[in-house]
């Protein structure tokens, strides 16, 4: 069956620190890979996708994330996490080729940052 | 506002009673979804449309019924309000296959007493 994990429920860094929040699918396939955030009482909001090409990726707030298919892996990076940053972050997966539109999200991980 | 809306924000009912939540998207994209969010869970797809008049299950559907006779709204409704379903639940809508972004609104947090 296919499925995302996100092995880190929540995470604490310090302002100013790097950060990387790990995400691993299964999939029969490359399927389509995405980043989304959720702050806090709002809806979520796309940070990156990947779907072919270059495995690193940028996204908007100075995100990036690397493919890895050897691991199943889609980390999400950031050089220097800023307060603005705490949140909640979700991976997902899409299949490629399918006509549905659907995503599979991990259970999310929630970051908090220390001043 | 262009953009996805939902209503209510905020909505407490009791077991047993019907209760709708609208979504309402103003781009004319095709897909629409309505997740639920759970600790635990994360988001988990109840139901999604290809178009008006196309519907179908997601992981999740039991209890839940939707529509969507307008490409801008897709109601989803608990005929049946039992606690389990108390949840924050999301509308999203894209342009279309699971490549494309997913746009989702600000979410409507259910208590079901």
């Known amino acids: 069956a296919q499925s995302v994990t996100q092995p880190d429920i929540h995470i604490t860094v310090s302002e100013g620190a790097s950060l990387e929040l790990r995400c691993n699918y299964s999939y029969g396939a ?40 050897s691991q199943s892996s889609f980390n999400l990076r950031k050089p220097s996490v800023h307060w603005s940053d705490a949140a909640e972050y979700f991976c997902a997966v899409g299949a490629i ?19 | 506002d262009a953009g996805i809306t939902q209503s209510p924000r905020y909505k407490i009912t009791e077991t047993g009673r019907q209760v709708t939540l609208m979504c309402h998207q103003t781009w004319s994209h095709s897909y629409m979804f309505w997740y639920r969010q759970d600790l635990g869970h994360g988001l988990r797809l109840i139901y999604y449309s290809a178009a008006a008049d ?20 897709f109601p989803l409704t608990l005929e049946s309000a ?32």
């Open chain 2, 54 to 73: 196309i519907t179908d299950k997601g992981e999740v559907p039991d209890g839940y019924v939707v529509s969507r006779s307008k490409t801008e709204n």
């Open chain 2, 82 to 113: 039992t606690r389990s379903q108390t949840s924050v639940y999301f509308c999203a809508s894209s342009t279309g296959t699971s490549k494309e972004t997913q746009y989702f609104g600000p979410g409507t947090r259910l208590l079901v007493l």
């Open chain 1, 30 to 69: 490359t399927p389509y890979l995405f980043w989304y955030v959720q702050s806090p009482g709002q809806g979520l909001q796309l940070l990156l996708k990947y779907f072919s090409g270059d495995t690193l990726v940028q996204g908007i707030k100075g995100f990036e994330a690397e493919f890895k298919r």
């Open chain 1, 97 to 115: 080729g399918s006509n549905t539109g659907k995503l599979i999200f991990g259970q999310g991980t929630t970051l908090q940052v220390k001043p």
